[in-house]
């Protein structure tokens, strides 16, 4: 083989080669090449240099807190309403709000486990009024005055988790896996070794 054969056969291995990195769609950065060491990242297309997609976690508590906001205000409001309908209507609404919201905006963001957590905490000042109203039955007018302070902290504890401890999108759990493939080329005695990597 010619000289001249012979470098057009080298070059044609090497485009075959650069041809068969490329057909894998491979999103190698500019960086973790070797056939690109050196150059600026402006002479590369922008998409091999991409920064990869961010793991922060998004926050969504406004969503709750607006919930339990109008649910606080309606039950607060309702016995101001002189028509007892109108009074009825407007504290059921509120307490839907306040047990459903939150729950339903877990459960909207494909967090199931925070949607039951959040109901199952919002149940416990029902569980609290119920043990105050046996206290009331029990002792005539007792005591009961700790279960008033337990069924406070109860009734604004799930608005405090939801809203700053639950109220987060998780991250993607896993990734679409990319190969990593580069050309290179090693010079070697009498000619050249082209081949790739992962």
Do not use: K
Request: overall charge negative; aromatic content about 10%; glycine content about 12%.
């Amino acid at each position: 083989m010619t000289g001249m054969g012979y470098r057009m056969h080298t070059y044609l291995r090497f485009a075959l080669a650069c041809a068969f990195a490329s057909s894998y769609g491979s999103s190698v950065r500019a960086a973790d090449s070797p056939l690109t060491a050196g150059l600026g990242s402006d002479a590369m297309p922008a998409w091999l240099d991409a920064a990869p997609p961010s793991d922060e976690r998004e926050w969504y508590g406004w969503q709750t807190l607006a919930g339990d906001a109008y649910a606080l205000a309606a039950v607060a409001s309702a016995p101001a309403y002189g028509d007892s309908g109108v009074r009825m209507a407007i504290g059921i609404s509120g307490l839907g709000s306040y047990f459903l919201t939150a729950p339903i905006s877990h459960a909207a963001h494909g967090r199931w486990g925070a949607a039951l957590g959040s109901l199952g905490l919002r149940t416990l000042p029902i569980l609290t009024l119920t043990a105050y109203g046996s206290c009331e039955h029990t002792f005539a007018g007792g005591n009961c005055t700790g279960l008033v302070a337990l069924l406070a902290v109860t009734l604004m504890m799930p608005i405090v988790v939801d809203s700053a401890i639950l109220a987060y999108d998780d991250p993607p759990a896993t990734r679409e896996a990319r190969t990593q493939l580069s050309p290179w080329l090693t010079p070697e005695s009498g000619g050249v070794v082209i081949g790739h990597s992962f």
